[in-house]
């Protein structure tokens, strides 16, 4: 069936400018989670979302960044006014539930590049 | 505080040739121990997933260990293909956490196979 699926793959943005980076998620999949992965660094924990339960935010890093979860699929995170920092690959990941137990399925991430 | 570190940061072998990557976590409680594969420019893959009372485990020509007295694990690659040429991330889950997903994540080793 299909992956984990992200868009757009790369993107560049000047300075200042707000960007939008999609994700869709495996069919069926509760859990959803945004990671962040700066060159030479390890993965980022952003934000999760399971079922309808309040989003975790706890990992973002600014007010400049949000998420969303629409019909408990696909999700948007939104990071406003971007700066040089921003720039990183952004992942995705669902998988059937919340606890570590559950293995969870990457998306193949968008390349941000702020100029 | 909980974390992941690996090594060696990077590595080059030839192909053919078998190769150990390490990894040292200070996460507790611990829940289990994964080994996710990222190709360049794509999403980590999940390889093998180590519980607390499980010594090895193994995946075609990769074989993962644990020894949760010492909180080290290692992946060991046989027989090294060029297609083996990827970042090795190493991921540990927290027990009963409530944030992040209860994942931590090492910087990774980046293996590089050369004909």
């Known amino acids: 069936g299909a992956g984990v699926s992200q868009s757009p793959s790369n993107k560049v943005t000047e300075k200042g400018k707000d960007v939008e980076l999609r994700c869709d998620p495996i069919s069926g999949h509760t859990a959803l989670y945004w990671y962040r992965q700066s060159l030479g660094q390890g993965l980022e924990f952003l934000i999760y979302f399971q079922g309808n339960s309040a989003p975790d935010k706890s990992g973002l890093p600014s007010d400049r960044f949000s998420a969303e979860r629409t019909g408990g699929s696909v999700s948007t995170l939104t990071i406003q006014r971007t700066q040089q920092e921003d720039s990183a690959v952004y992942l995705c990941?669902?998988?059937?539930?919340?606890?570590?137990?559950?293995?969870?399925?990457f998306g193949p991430g968008t390349r941000l590049t702020v100029t | 505080k909980n974390q992941v570190e690996q090594s060696p940061q990077s590595l080059i072998i030839l192909e053919g040739k078998n190769c150990t990557l390490q990894?040292?976590?200070?996460?507790?409680?611990?829940?289990?121990l994964r080994w996710y594969k990222q190709d360049t420019g794509r999403g980590p893959v999940s390889l093998t997933i180590?519980?607390?009372?499980?010594n090895t485990k193994s995946n075609r020509r990769y074989t993962a260990t644990l020894d949760a007295d010492t909180k080290q694990s290692s992946l060991h690659i046989t027989a090294s293909q060029l297609s083996d040429s990827a970042s090795y991330i190493c991921v540990v889950s927290e027990a009963y956490g409530g944030s992040q997903g209860n994942l931590i994540f090492g910087k990774g080793t980046k293996l590089s196979v050369k004909p």
């Open positions: 180590m519980t607390f009372s499980e």
């Open positions: 990894c040292n976590y200070t996460v507790s409680p611990f829940s289990n």
């Open positions: 990941a669902s998988s059937w539930g919340h606890r570590s137990s559950y293995e969870q399925y």
